[in-house]
């Protein structure tokens, strides 16, 4: 065949594609409260590897629904640990929390992964994400069977989640996913997800309770939980900086099922080739940020030849503007001035009228509904009047 | 119950006096003194219209209101369209680029030489959607008008912005002919030829046709190739259409893929200097900048605008877990290994947040290393810069060796900072995907034009038929009319962008191209199109059941019994008839 030969590096290409560029990671705690430090400590824990590992945190959401490290029952004020060593405080000095309290909903959690925000977010609260994206999702909180209990006021379901996800596919929001979650039931929390490219891990099965790793005498609560404890000991021993060559199979391979006391799920039938390949995926994948940088090749150009190629663009662009204004006999200057104006005032008036005009509509809307009213009001009286004088 | 005969008796004396009240009561309700009296067909009717208003109001008031304040209001959108769309059924974008044929000939030897050339140029060209057409230059020129334009080069300025080249044949009798000439500042291709090849031009063996023909298509192969393998990436369709790519090409091509960053109205970039120490803590940026970088933005502005903001951090050390640089005797340097160099950008210390601007922020980070480890160079490789995918350039100035014991540089000038803006220029213009061919500037950046215009058709597209699945799968999400309204306006600014593109006129086709992208993207958007959580149908009974249950039971009991009583009474009256 003519063709297929012809084509074949073609249609091998977006195979081969299969690089990300940018990592992205959204770490949600999800319940309020002191008794509650641990699932805070567990976010802030994976907080801190995954900047160690060099995902800046214009890249890292975290919703954090509580503040541990003011809360007034915390004996070291300004702290969060999750160790009874207390060697290693998480809060340090550098953290930056982007959803914090009761912005922590359900609503705000979907909104932020299908980019549905209003207009006026900062970016740094976005998931600004594309094709070539990398995204670590982890979740912790108090859950039951499909559903994530938010604040202890509402709760997400395995279904609002799967369907986030296919939305985010759909618009090519991610290049592949990596979904964790520590909670009681939690490998129920991804069974309902459809879309491909998604690697699931959870901490326990249906009916399965997801335990405190330990407590601290002095803070006086659990400090972290176990599934996520026994993450970060093999996050923190062996995977030590951003180069490291282990995969997501050797990470899964190191939970222990005595040391855990649940029976932690994974999920590879949504990823493209399978297991074997979800499982290849270095972790620095999905919690670090390393990209292949392009090193400029040593021969270093003509800087003359540059700078005279600049001044030449220089005088490229001025005798196109000249000979853009010459050849429209002046009016372009004139021209793009008035537009200017035009525009300005055009999106001037448009932020006005749109203000003027919602209100005109409301109050407008209002009249009519009170006239309805009213006249509705009058023809009932009007109308029991006439059948009693009958 | 107790049965007191006064009790009877007082209830007979009412009962009788309702029938005396209605003499059309029949005598035998008076009788029956066991039973209640059969209540009056007034009072009946006043029952059961009772019962009737009461269900009135439940179907015709309540049941409407319930429906309309919980059904979820999804406005009607063009699926199939929006479908079509994304598989490329519809608006396969062509790239007919015009080229203008300016010689010093008889109009009908111009013409001849123009067909020719097109001929051969046609069998040399393997990828329909992109054709080069030639056309002469209008209106013909007569000699005086050839003088005309050799005096004033810029006659034809008025219509350049549709024709894509100019060629200009240029006669001369010296040197090897035929030779061209591609202008580097201008899109002209400049032939000199020797006028004895004029006599055979309507030939197809015509040297000159063939040479012109051989040229063009070199100078729009990069064009062809990178067009050939968006189509064949993006939409599955065109892939049949695609002339065969050399392995090598499609690899490149895909790396420039990689490279590339998405296309944005308007490009923020940041320049940084980042020093461990507390020297340099100046920079001529602003003068550097107007001098290195000023022209080139120029130059882009008709695709993409940029803002820019520079920044200095001292005392801005590499990351803990960065290896430190090794020193190597034989080059006297400094080294970074290459695979480390990832990770040199410091991102949980370094400020290199995004910007609170629109559009995507472009980074250029300059280091100037302490005295101590100068110069630091990248192993191996002896570079000093690299390029970070999608996100920027790094730049390491070391400063000039020579002043090895004196006090490091305070400041940085102008004239220090020209080796680093020329590699971010460099960075810069293939972050923004600028081809490397042909050496025409213009020529490059209409390439650019064309590349941006079909790229963004394909990303609109593709949103809009994201938009169609997203409405399909999930119907609990509302659509709101503004979202129609946007679909709309992105349909048909779609199709004019392909129009545009078709008849050769590529800056309006990327500016349909733009808003038809922004309009997909405000559609795909809409902020109230988040679905309410996920209601398992057990919920749904445990709200309504409350609400409704202290309702529905009297209103089904009593009209259970009215239609029970209506059948029995029904049922007698037939009996007795």
């Not at chain 1, 641990?38 to 590992?53: E, F, I, M, P, W």
């Not at chain 1, 951003?242 to 649940?262: C, N, Q």
């Not at chain 2, 209008?138 to 005309?148: E, F, I, R, Y």
């Given at each position: 065949m003519k063709f297929s030969s012809a084509l074949l590096p073609l249609l091998a290409a977006p195979l081969a594609a299969a690089e990300h560029t940018s990592n992205w990671a959204v770490l949600v705690g999800t319940s309020r409260f002191w008794f509650n430090y641990r699932h805070l400590a567990n976010v802030l824990s994976l907080y801190r590897t995954v900047k160690r590992l060099g995902i800046p945190d214009s890249q890292i959401i975290m919703m954090l629904p509580d503040d541990m490290a003011c809360n007034p029952r915390n004996s070291f004020p300004g702290t969060v640990y999750n160790n009874a060593d207390r060697a290693l405080d998480l809060y340090g000095d550098n953290i930056e929390v982007d959803y914090r309290g009761y912005e922590v909903t359900v609503e705000n959690f979907i909104r932020l992964m299908t980019d549905r925000v209003p207009e006026n977010m900062p970016r740094s609260k976005r998931l600004m994400t594309d094709e070539r994206s990398n995204i670590l999702v982890y979740m912790t909180g108090h859950g039951g069977n499909e559903f994530l209990k938010f604040q202890d006021a509402e709760e997400i379901s395995a279904y609002d989640l799967a369907d986030a996800f296919s939305q985010m596919w759909e618009k090519k929001r991610y290049h592949e996913l990596l979904f964790m979650i520590d909670t009681c039931q939690a490998n129920t929390m991804y069974s309902k997800f459809y879309s491909p490219n998604i690697i699931a891990t959870g901490s326990s099965e249906i009916d399965q309770s997801s335990y405190s790793h330990h407590a601290d005498s002095d803070v006086g609560v659990a400090v972290i939980d176990r599934y996520t404890y026994y993450n970060l000991e093999f996050l923190e021993n062996?995977?030590?900086?951003?180069?490291?060559?282990?995969t997501l199979g050797e990470l899964f391979d190191s939970y222990d099922e005595d040391l855990i006391h649940s029976r932690p799920g994974f999920r590879y039938d949504l990823f493209n080739g399978g297991a074997d390949a979800a499982r290849s995926r270095r972790i620095v994948d999905f919690f670090g940020n390393v990209q292949n940088v392009e090193v400029d090749d040593g021969a270093k150009r003509n800087e003359t030849q540059w700078r005279e190629e600049l001044e030449a663009i220089e005088k490229m662009i001025e005798e196109a503007k000249r000979r853009h204004n010459e050849s429209l006999n002046v009016r372009p200057q004139a021209l793009n001035v008035m537009e200017e104006v035009q525009h300005s005032e055009r999106q001037h008036t448009i932020q006005k009228e749109g203000a003027v005009r919602m209100d005109e509509e409301l109050s407008w809307k209002k009249q009519v509904i009170g006239g309805a009213a009213l006249l509705g009001c009058a023809g009932i009286w009007a109308a029991s009047s006439w059948l009693e004088s009958l | 119950m107790a049965t007191p005969e006064d009790a009877n008796a007082s209830l007979k004396t009412e009962v009788s006096e309702i029938a005396s009240v209605h003499p059309n009561q029949s005598p035998k309700s008076g009788v029956s003194?066991?039973?209640p009296p059969q209540e009056s067909t007034r009072s009946l009717w006043l029952r059961r219209t009772v019962i009737l208003s009461f269900w009135a109001v439940a179907v015709l008031l309540g049941l409407p209101v319930w429906w309309k304040t919980t059904a979820i209001y999804r406005s009607d959108l063009p699926l199939q369209a929006m479908s079509d769309w994304a598989e490329g059924k519809i608006g396969k974008p062509v790239f007919p680029l015009r080229i203008a044929v300016e010689a010093p000939i008889l109009p009908q030897d111009t013409h001849s030489l123009i067909q020719t050339t097109q001929h051969v140029l046609d069998d040399l060209n393997e990828f329909s959607a992109h054709q080069l057409r030639l056309m002469p230059v209008d209106p013909p020129l007569t000699a005086n008008a050839s003088q005309h334009v050799v005096v004033d080069g810029t006659r034809n300025s008025g219509d350049d912005k549709d024709t894509t080249l100019l060629i200009r044949l240029i006669p001369v009798e010296t040197g090897e002919t035929p030779r061209s000439y591609l202008q580097p500042y201008s899109p002209t291709l400049h032939v000199y030829y020797s006028p004895s090849h004029i006599s055979s031009v309507s030939s197809t063996a015509s040297p000159l046709a063939a040479f012109i023909a051989r040229e063009l298509h070199d100078i729009f192969a990069e064009e062809q190739a990178q067009l050939a393998y968006l189509l064949s990436t993006t939409s599955g369709e065109h892939i049949a259409k695609v002339h065969s790519l050399p392995q090598e090409t499609a690899a490149e091509l895909q790396r420039r893929s990689t490279r590339v960053l998405k296309y944005a109205p308007t490009y923020h970039l940041t320049f940084s200097l980042f020093t461990p120490t507390s020297t340099p803590s100046a920079w001529d940026i602003e003068a550097a900048l107007r001098q290195y970088m000023a022209p080139l933005l120029e130059s882009f502005s008709a695709i993409s605008n940029f803002t820019i903001d520079t920044q200095v951090q001292l005392y801005a050390t590499l990351s803990p877990s960065f290896p430190p640089p090794e020193y190597d005797e034989n080059a006297k340097a400094w080294t970074l290994r290459n695979e480390d160099l990832s990770g040199f950008i410091n991102a949980a210390e370094w400020p290199l947040s995004p910007s609170i601007a629109d559009g995507p922020t472009v980074n250029f980070a300059l280091y100037v290393p302490e005295q101590s480890q100068s110069p630091l160079l990248v192993k191996d490789s002896g570079a000093s810069s690299w390029l970070v995918p999608q996100w920027g350039g790094v730049a390491i100035l070391n400063p000039p060796s020579t002043e090895q014991d004196a006090a490091p540089l305070s400041a940085l000038s102008k004239e220090a900072l020209a080796p680093a803006m020329q590699t971010f220029s460099n960075q810069l213009i293939s972050l923004l995907g600028l081809p490397q061919t042909p050496a025409s500037l213009p020529l490059r950046l209409s390439t650019l034009t064309r590349v941006r215009a079909a790229s963004l058709v394909f990303s609109a597209s593709s949103t809009l038929g994201a938009l169609a699945q997203v409405y399909q799968k999930l119907p609990s999400i509302p659509v709101p009319d503004t979202v129609a309204k946007s679909v709309d306006l992105a349909l048909q600014h779609l199709q004019q962008a392909c129009d545009e593109l078709r008849e050769g006129r590529f800056q309006g086709a990327l500016e349909h191209a733009r808003i038809a992208d922004g309009e997909a993207e405000k559609a795909f958007f809409e902020?109230?199109?988040?679905?309410?959580v996920y209601f398992p149908d057990e919920h749904k009974v445990a709200v309504y059941l409350p609400l409704l249950g202290p309702i529905a039971v009297p209103l089904l009991m009593a009209a259970l019994k009215e239609i029970k009583n209506e059948v029995a009474a029904f049922k007698a009256r037939r009996a007795a008839s």
């Amino acid at each position: 065949m003519k063709f297929s030969s012809a084509l074949l590096p073609l249609l091998a290409a977006p195979l081969a594609a299969a690089e990300h560029t940018s990592n992205w990671a959204v770490l949600v705690g999800t319940s309020r409260f002191w008794f509650n430090y641990r699932h805070l400590a567990n976010v802030l824990s994976l907080y801190r590897t995954v900047k160690r590992l060099g995902i800046p945190d214009s890249q890292i959401i975290m919703m954090l629904p509580d503040d541990m490290a003011c809360n007034p029952r915390n004996s070291f004020p300004g702290t969060v640990y999750n160790n009874a060593d207390r060697a290693l405080d998480l809060y340090g000095d550098n953290i930056e929390v982007d959803y914090r309290g009761y912005e922590v909903t359900v609503e705000n959690f979907i909104r932020l992964m299908t980019d549905r925000v209003p207009e006026n977010m900062p970016r740094s609260k976005r998931l600004m994400t594309d094709e070539r994206s990398n995204i670590l999702v982890y979740m912790t909180g108090h859950g039951g069977n499909e559903f994530l209990k938010f604040q202890d006021a509402e709760e997400i379901s395995a279904y609002d989640l799967a369907d986030a996800f296919s939305q985010m596919w759909e618009k090519k929001r991610y290049h592949e996913l990596l979904f964790m979650i520590d909670t009681c039931q939690a490998n129920t929390m991804y069974s309902k997800f459809y879309s491909p490219n998604i690697i699931a891990t959870g901490s326990s099965e249906i009916d399965q309770s997801s335990y405190s790793h330990h407590a601290d005498s002095d803070v006086g609560v659990a400090v972290i939980d176990r599934y996520t404890y026994y993450n970060l000991e093999f996050l923190e021993n062996k995977v030590r900086d951003p180069t490291s060559e282990l995969t997501l199979g050797e990470l899964f391979d190191s939970y222990d099922e005595d040391l855990i006391h649940s029976r932690p799920g994974f999920r590879y039938d949504l990823f493209n080739g399978g297991a074997d390949a979800a499982r290849s995926r270095r972790i620095v994948d999905f919690f670090g940020n390393v990209q292949n940088v392009e090193v400029d090749d040593g021969a270093k150009r003509n800087e003359t030849q540059w700078r005279e190629e600049l001044e030449a663009i220089e005088k490229m662009i001025e005798e196109a503007k000249r000979r853009h204004n010459e050849s429209l006999n002046v009016r372009p200057q004139a021209l793009n001035v008035m537009e200017e104006v035009q525009h300005s005032e055009r999106q001037h008036t448009i932020q006005k009228e749109g203000a003027v005009r919602m209100d005109e509509e409301l109050s407008w809307k209002k009249q009519v509904i009170g006239g309805a009213a009213l006249l509705g009001c009058a023809g009932i009286w009007a109308a029991s009047s006439w059948l009693e004088s009958l | 119950m107790a049965t007191p005969e006064d009790a009877n008796a007082s209830l007979k004396t009412e009962v009788s006096e309702i029938a005396s009240v209605h003499p059309n009561q029949s005598p035998k309700s008076g009788v029956s003194s066991a039973k209640p009296p059969q209540e009056s067909t007034r009072s009946l009717w006043l029952r059961r219209t009772v019962i009737l208003s009461f269900w009135a109001v439940a179907v015709l008031l309540g049941l409407p209101v319930w429906w309309k304040t919980t059904a979820i209001y999804r406005s009607d959108l063009p699926l199939q369209a929006m479908s079509d769309w994304a598989e490329g059924k519809i608006g396969k974008p062509v790239f007919p680029l015009r080229i203008a044929v300016e010689a010093p000939i008889l109009p009908q030897d111009t013409h001849s030489l123009i067909q020719t050339t097109q001929h051969v140029l046609d069998d040399l060209n393997e990828f329909s959607a992109h054709q080069l057409r030639l056309m002469p230059v209008d209106p013909p020129l007569t000699a005086n008008a050839s003088q005309h334009v050799v005096v004033d080069g810029t006659r034809n300025s008025g219509d350049d912005k549709d024709t894509t080249l100019l060629i200009r044949l240029i006669p001369v009798e010296t040197g090897e002919t035929p030779r061209s000439y591609l202008q580097p500042y201008s899109p002209t291709l400049h032939v000199y030829y020797s006028p004895s090849h004029i006599s055979s031009v309507s030939s197809t063996a015509s040297p000159l046709a063939a040479f012109i023909a051989r040229e063009l298509h070199d100078i729009f192969a990069e064009e062809q190739a990178q067009l050939a393998y968006l189509l064949s990436t993006t939409s599955g369709e065109h892939i049949a259409k695609v002339h065969s790519l050399p392995q090598e090409t499609a690899a490149e091509l895909q790396r420039r893929s990689t490279r590339v960053l998405k296309y944005a109205p308007t490009y923020h970039l940041t320049f940084s200097l980042f020093t461990p120490t507390s020297t340099p803590s100046a920079w001529d940026i602003e003068a550097a900048l107007r001098q290195y970088m000023a022209p080139l933005l120029e130059s882009f502005s008709a695709i993409s605008n940029f803002t820019i903001d520079t920044q200095v951090q001292l005392y801005a050390t590499l990351s803990p877990s960065f290896p430190p640089p090794e020193y190597d005797e034989n080059a006297k340097a400094w080294t970074l290994r290459n695979e480390d160099l990832s990770g040199f950008i410091n991102a949980a210390e370094w400020p290199l947040s995004p910007s609170i601007a629109d559009g995507p922020t472009v980074n250029f980070a300059l280091y100037v290393p302490e005295q101590s480890q100068s110069p630091l160079l990248v192993k191996d490789s002896g570079a000093s810069s690299w390029l970070v995918p999608q996100w920027g350039g790094v730049a390491i100035l070391n400063p000039p060796s020579t002043e090895q014991d004196a006090a490091p540089l305070s400041a940085l000038s102008k004239e220090a900072l020209a080796p680093a803006m020329q590699t971010f220029s460099n960075q810069l213009i293939s972050l923004l995907g600028l081809p490397q061919t042909p050496a025409s500037l213009p020529l490059r950046l209409s390439t650019l034009t064309r590349v941006r215009a079909a790229s963004l058709v394909f990303s609109a597209s593709s949103t809009l038929g994201a938009l169609a699945q997203v409405y399909q799968k999930l119907p609990s999400i509302p659509v709101p009319d503004t979202v129609a309204k946007s679909v709309d306006l992105a349909l048909q600014h779609l199709q004019q962008a392909c129009d545009e593109l078709r008849e050769g006129r590529f800056q309006g086709a990327l500016e349909h191209a733009r808003i038809a992208d922004g309009e997909a993207e405000k559609a795909f958007f809409e902020r109230s199109m988040v679905g309410q959580v996920y209601f398992p149908d057990e919920h749904k009974v445990a709200v309504y059941l409350p609400l409704l249950g202290p309702i529905a039971v009297p209103l089904l009991m009593a009209a259970l019994k009215e239609i029970k009583n209506e059948v029995a009474a029904f049922k007698a009256r037939r009996a007795a008839s």
